[in-house]
Every structure is written in structure tokens, then in C-alpha cells.
């Protein structure tokens, strides 16, 4: 039998909700101590005696958000339900440049890898010169062929719409050997970069997914080669070619001491990582990315987050 009876409970909850009166006053109101007025707005919760209804919270995703914080330990989570596959990158990009304004502060610096999500972030980021938010290049040059897509032109992009320097990383993302690697890190210029990216409060990764049809680089026969590599060994994805597997471990390979860019996959300093990919081709790459705890904030579409919470 409850301690407190319908009655009790429904004036309590009575001047609480419609009235606004806090606890305290309820208790002195009604000649109680405010430990029990706060037991017995609990108990009026569950018994259905109230019932608390925030309105729109599919309409927003706000409760699949939730569920996917609390699955993989992620500090923010944004869904986006766009209208089909044609809106995916434009819906993302949009959800991730607007919740980066409301994040940053002045003189804050972002770094940037590279890819159509991130190239969505930076063109749908409103114009603040005032912010004076810096952007660095995470990731060497790739030879693809939409300039928009470029590693460098995303960090240009992002450092003139917030007011900032764009810190360029003047190299290839990918190398030949391991002594051209040695001789372009030795450079000034790249080491300055190098240290910036030390710097980054905010970054925005993108999310690889490895598949047999998967276009990496513009260069057909090293893109066969490379890609087939990482499918013998297991990758699923990488973020600024850093791979790794569906368990989130990072995959170990010829080609580590060939890549010129930010290791986030070993990353240990305090910057905000943003993941930002959705789609049903990237779902083990994200799923791989969330497992090896990479990232702080995902950004993806309401398809994947729902098939997150049903493994």
C-alpha cells in the first residue's frame, strides 16, 4: 500500500506543475517536510498520476539521440532525417556547420580532413569574420577529382567564412617511401602545420567506408591497389586514411609511415572530434569508428542511428 494517498499526491503535484510553486513553499504549505514533497512528486510519476509530455521529440530525434549517447559514451549526437539519398550529405553537413556556430568561440581553431561531408560543412557554415576561428588542413593533398572535396580547399573555406588563417599542409596525403615522408616532415613549413593541428579545439573528421567499388583516388591502379590491401586486412573505414576494423581497432599496415597528416585514431589531446557520415554504405565505418571510441560527437541520419541501437 503507498504511503501517500490519490489525493495527497494530486495536490502536491497540483501546486507544483500548474501553480509553479517549489517544493519549499509546498511544504509549507501543506505542513511537510520538503523530503517528502520531492518523494511524493516521484511517486505521482509513477503511478501516471502525472504524466510529463515534451512535445515533437521524434519530430527532432531527440530520444534516438539520446540512445546512441548513452550506447557508445558520445558527448552530442545529431540526426538528421533527410528527404532520400539525394539530400544525405546536404542534411548532414547542414546539421554539423550549424551546431560547429554554436559551439565555437573567437579564436578558436578547426581542423578539417577531407571528403563530401566535411566539403558540406564548410559551404553551409554561415560568415562570421568576427569569431577570427582559424582552420588547419588534417590531412595531406589528394588527387580526386572535385576541388570542392580537397583537403585544402575545406580548411580555406571553413578559415575565410570565420575569420581566420587557413593553415595549409603542403604535401601529399600519400607517399611512395618512407625517406620522402622523412624529407617533407622535415620541412619548416609542414612542421608549423604540424604544430597547429596540436592546437585544433574542434575537429571535423570524415568517415571512409572500404568497399569493393569504393573510389579513394583519382589514380586508378594505385587506387586498386591501396584499397585492396586494406580489404586483405580486415578495414572497414578510416578517418584521414587511418584505418581501422569493425571492432575499432586500428589496423596495422605498410602504408602507416607513407601517410603525411594528424593521427586521430591515436589522438590524446582535448580537441572535440566530429564524425559526420551517414548512409547505409557507411554503417560499418561508423560503427567501427564509435567502437574505438574516436570520436566525441557523430553527426549521421536517422537509418543508421536506429540499425546503432538495434545491434
Not at 571512409?208 to 591502379?221: F, V
Request: with cysteine; hydrophobic share 40%; aromatic share 8%.
Amino acid at each position: 500500500m503507498s504511503a501517500y494517498t490519490d489525493k495527497e499526491m494530486i495536490k502536491v503535484s497540483y501546486y507544483y506543475y500548474r501553480k509553479s510553486l517549489t517544493q519549499a513553499q509546498i511544504a509549507k504549505k501543506m505542513k511537510m517536510s520538503r523530503q517528502r514533497v520531492n518523494r511524493i512528486l516521484k511517486k505521482a510519476l509513477e503511478d501516471n498520476i502525472v504524466e510529463i509530455k515534451i512535445n515533437n521529440v521524434d519530430k527532432y530525434n531527440v530520444e534516438l539521440e539520446n540512445k546512441v549517447e548513452e550506447m557508445f559514451g558520445l558527448k552530442q549526437v545529431i540526426i538528421v532525417s533527410p528527404i532520400d539519398s539525394d539530400t544525405l550529405f546536404t542534411s548532414l553537413g547542414l546539421a554539423a556547420a550549424q551546431y560547429v556556430v554554436s559551439l565555437v568561440k573567437k579564436g578558436d581553431i578547426i581542423g578539417a580532413t577531407w571528403g563530401r561531408t566535411i566539403s558540406e560543412v564548410a559551404k553551409n557554415l554561415s560568415v562570421n569574420k568576427r569569431l577570427e576561428v582559424s582552420a588547419v588542413q588534417m590531412i595531406g593533398g589528394l588527387n580526386v577529382a572535385s576541388k570542392s572535396l580537397q583537403a585544402d580547399e575545406i580548411a580555406r573555406t571553413i578559415g575565410r567564412k570565420l575569420g581566420g588563417e587557413s593553415h595549409i599542409l603542403y604535401a601529399p596525403a600519400l607517399v611512395e617511401k618512407h625517406s620522402i615522408k622523412d624529407a617533407l616532415m622535415s620541412d619548416m613549413n609542414i612542421k608549423e602545420t604540424f604544430k597547429k593541428m596540436e592546437k585544433c579545439n574542434i575537429i571535423l573528421a570524415g568517415i571512409g567506408e572500404l568497399k569493393e567499388d569504393t573510389y579513394l583516388l583519382k589514380d586508378i591502379d594505385r587506387n586498386e591497389n591501396y584499397k585492396k590491401y586494406f580489404i586483405s586486412k580486415n578495414a572497414v573505414g578510416d578517418i584521414g586514411f587511418r584505418w581501422y576494423d569493425l571492432n575499432g581497432q586500428p589496423v596495422e599496415n605498410e602504408y602507416e609511415n607513407k601517410t603525411i597528416g594528424y593521427n586521430i585514431l591515436k589522438n590524446n589531446k582535448d580537441a572535440l572530434v566530429m564524425g559526420i557520415a551517414g548512409g547505409e554504405r557507411k554503417f560499418e565505418a561508423i560503427l567501427g569508428a564509435l567502437r574505438g571510441k574516436y570520436l566525441d560527437v557523430l553527426v549521421t541520419d536517422s537509418n543508421t542511428a536506429n540499425k546503432l541501437i538495434k545491434l
